[in-house]
T-cell receptor, first 110, second 110 residues
């Protein structure tokens, strides 16, 4: 079946350093979403990408969707302690059915 | 105050017992989802419902059952047939592209 993998599984950075997580699907996706889950919390929707090669920015966060619509990335510039959490990608695997990636847990050291 | 509520936050059961997890939303969303989250595995889809009185199996439906008799409610029953029920269970509803998650129920079966 369809799988969505994320790397790395864990990332520790010093505050102020950049961070990137990568998401790869075994099949072509119609769109991809990104969520953030704070420790002890629930996932919160960040953004959705739909078009091949699409790039979207939210302040220090940059999201990209690959040309083949099989991969995506989230880049955070100059991390802050508030960025701590687990970042998930989710690809649409069928009508209204989403396949979540394994997540990247980010720790930011002050 | 609109949102999704899940109760209880923590639930403990003995092996062999069925248990029902509650999920209620007052967002007037048609679509609702149940996910299971285990460490290092991201979110896995158990069941989803696009409309009242209709639901579909997700990727890991075995040992679970749901009902959708009301738009606001989508309870999940974890049956004794579920071989490894201890996990964090998340309910979500969807409007357009965005899924809104509840706070989750952490189920421990011993």
């Amino acid at each position: 079946g369809q799988q969505v993998m994320q790397i790395p599984q864990y990332q520790h950075v010093q505050e102020g350093e950049d961070f990137t997580t990568y998401c790869n699907s075994s099949t072509t996706l119609s769109n991809i979403q990104w969520y953030k889950q704070r420790p002890g919390g629930h996932p919160v929707f960040l953004i959705q990408l739909v078009k091949s090669g699409e790039v979207k920015k939210q302040k220090r966060l940059t999201f990209q969707f690959g040309e083949a619509k099989k991969n995506s990335s989230l880049h955070i510039t100059a991390t802050q302690t508030t960025d701590v959490g687990t970042y998930f990608c989710a690809g649409q695997g069928g009508t209204y059915k989403y396949i979540f990636g394994t997540g990247t847990r980010l720790k930011v050291l002050a | 105050d609109g949102g999704i509520t899940q109760s209880p936050k923590y639930l403990f059961r003995k092996e062999g017992q069925n248990v029902t997890l509650s999920c209620e939303q007052n967002l007037n969303h048609d679509a609702m989802y149940w996910y299971r989250q285990d460490p290092g595995q991201g979110l896995r889809l158990i069941y989803y419902s696009q409309i009242v009185n209709d639901f579909q199996k997700g990727d890991i439906a075995e040992g679970y059952s749901v009902s959708r008799e009301k738009k606001e409610s989508f309870p999940l029953t974890v049956t004794s047939a579920q071989k490894n029920p201890t996990a964090f269970y998340l309910c979500a509803s969807r409007r357009g592209e965005e899924q809104y998650f509840g706070p989750g129920t952490r189920l421990t079966v011993t």
